[in-house]
């Protein structure tokens, strides 16, 4: 069965720090999608990045970027200079290519602090 | 482009009262879901929908019901409220390829406290 663990339930870094959220998934398909999602304190739900399987090339997109290890099953998300606006709760999510559905992991709070 | 509402934005409701939670959305996309999210459990399937006419159940189904008779609508109906629904109460879409597969577009959410 699929499952997503965010082993870190909440993290405080000061301004300007680095900071890693891990995901760890579990999934008995070949074919897959990995996804992160951030809601802020104003509660909406954004969409970050998906990445299938097959391309296991890390991405970069400003000041994120996304580490993504088949070996280890992992899917992990770096903030590179952190900001207060980067507090917010983060989302790991899994899709398989059989199912219709959407497994989300259970949130990493993220505090950055001035 | 107004994306996915929903209706009402809270609501207070008495146990054993029913209520539907509305949701609508303008993007012509297949696939719509509706998750509740809860402290330290984050965010769980309830129901979903991969196109109009069909309906299935996600990891939490028991107390609610959902129909899809068209594209643009998914309504979440609880018959019987009871505390345990109190949550906030996401809807979602997803584009016509892929559906769950691509990016989820969240509505703003419901806040429903059942007393």
């Known amino acids: 069965a699929q499952k997503v663990t965010q082993a870190q339930t909440e993290i405080s870094v000061v301004e300007k720090e680095d900071v890693t959220l891990d995901c760890v998934y579990e999934?008995?398909?070949?074919?897959?999608?990995l996804f992160w999602y951030k809601q802020p304190p104003s509660g909406e739900l954004v969409f970050l990045i998906r990445?299938?399987?097959?391309?296991?090339q890390n991405e970069i997109s400003g000041r994120y970027s996304w580490n993504f290890q088949k070996s280890t099953s992992s899917f992990n998300f770096t903030i590179t200079a952190s900001q207060v606006v980067d507090s917010a709760v983060y989302f790991c999510?899994?899709?398989?290519?059989?199912?219709?559905?959407?497994?989300f992991g259970k949130g990493t709070r993220l505090h950055i602090l001035p | 482009t107004a994306g996915i509402t929903q209706a009402p934005t809270s609501q207070i409701l008495a146990a054993g009262r029913s209520m539907t939670l509305r949701c609508t959305q303008d993007?012509?996309?297949?696939?719509m879901y509706w998750y509740r999210q809860d402290l330290g459990l984050g965010l769980r399937l309830i129901h979903y929908?991969?196109?109009?006419?069909?309906?299935g159940k996600g990891e939490v189904p028991d107390g609610y019901s959902v129909s899809r008779a068209n594209t643009d609508d998914f309504p979440l109906t609880l018959a019987s409220a009871v505390p345990s629904q109190t949550s906030v109460y996401f809807c979602?879409?997803?584009?016509?390829?892929?559906?769950?597969?691509?990016?989820?577009?969240f509505g703003p959410g419901t806040r429903l406290t059942v007393l």
């Open positions: 979602a879409s997803s584009g016509q390829a892929g559906g769950p597969h691509n990016e989820q577009f």
């Open positions: 999934t008995r398909d070949t074919t897959y999608y």
């Open positions: 990445r299938n399987s097959f391309d296991e």
């Open positions: 999510a899994l899709s398989e290519a059989w199912d219709d559905k959407i497994i």
């Open positions: 993007m012509r996309h297949n696939a």
């Open positions: 929908s991969n196109t109009a006419g069909t309906t």
